[in-house]
T-cell receptor, first 115, second 112 residues
Framework: DVKVTQSSRYLVKRTGEKVFLECVQD?????MFWYRQDPGLGLRLIYF???????EKGDIPEGYSVSREKKERFSLILESASTNQTSMYLC??????????????FGPGTRLTVL | DQQVKQNSPSLSVQEGRISILNCDYT??????FLWYKKYPAEGPTFLIS?????DKNEDGRFTVFLNKSAKHLSLHIVPSQPGDSAVYFC???????????FGKGTLLTVNP
């Protein structure tokens, strides 16, 4: 079974802090994704990476950056946390494009609260 | 511009009856569609998918129907069970494109 783990289930930070959210997958997947989920807005893509050291902006990248130094790990960074970044953050992974199905496998999520 | 729309924020059905969740899309380039199920405080889990070359796909109690001309898909759950109570997300992608575009979700409640 694919396993995607996220470093924290719940996190509380203060405005202006630098925040790191870590995601690790154990299935040797090339592609990894960061989403945020907000009530009434569904899942929105922040950034994705299709290979090590590669990254592309998703639909809402403002205020975020990412790092992919190793294939299994994809980090989301909030350079200076703001209250409007309070949300559920979800990491996902999948095999490389062209392998057949587009199913993404999700981690359990990190509920981030910025005070 | 919302390319994948789930117009019903919530749906309530009785245990044993059919649940029908609907999804519309606007981008005619989408050719692969997925349904995910999400419980509170958990990540979404993949449920079922369908390619645009098909109009139906079944997996146990779950069936997805695709109407390409109407740009509409639906998820049928028969019979519905209380454990099916969750938020259901519809998602779409273009070919082997990496990205999934998600709808806003529908909260399904199955009453015993």
């Amino acid at each position: 079974d694919v396993k995607v783990t996220q470093s924290s289930r719940y996190l509380v930070k203060r405005t202006g802090e630098k925040v790191f959210l870590e995601c690790v997958q154990d299935m040797d997947h090339e592609n990894m994704f960061w989403y945020r989920q907000d009530p009434g807005l569904g899942l929105r893509l922040i950034y994705f990476s299709y290979d090590v050291k590669m990254k592309e902006k998703g639909d809402i990248p403002e205020g975020y950056s990412v790092s992919r130094e190793k294939k299994e790990r994809f980090s989301l960074i909030l350079e200076s946390a703001s209250t409007n970044q309070t949300s559920m953050y979800l990491c996902a992974s999948r095999p490389s494009a062209g392998t057949g199905e587009n199913e993404q496998f999700f981690g359990p999520g990190t509920r981030l609260t910025v005070l | 511009d919302q390319q994948v729309k789930q117009n019903s924020p919530s749906l309530s059905v009785q245990e044993g009856r059919i649940s029908i969740l609907n999804c519309d899309y606007t981008n005619s380039m989408f050719d692969y569609f997925l349904w995910y199920k999400k419980y509170p405080a958990e990540g979404p889990t993949f449920l079922i998918s369908i390619s645009s070359i098909k109009d139906k796909n079944e997996d146990g109690r779950f069936t997805v129907f695709l109407n390409k001309s109407a740009k509409h898909l639906s998820l049928h759950i028969v019979p519905s069970q209380p454990g099916d109570s969750a938020v259901y997300f519809c998602a779409a992608s273009r070919g082997s494109n990496y990205k999934l575009t998600f709808g806003k979700g529908t909260l399904l409640t199955v009453n015993p």
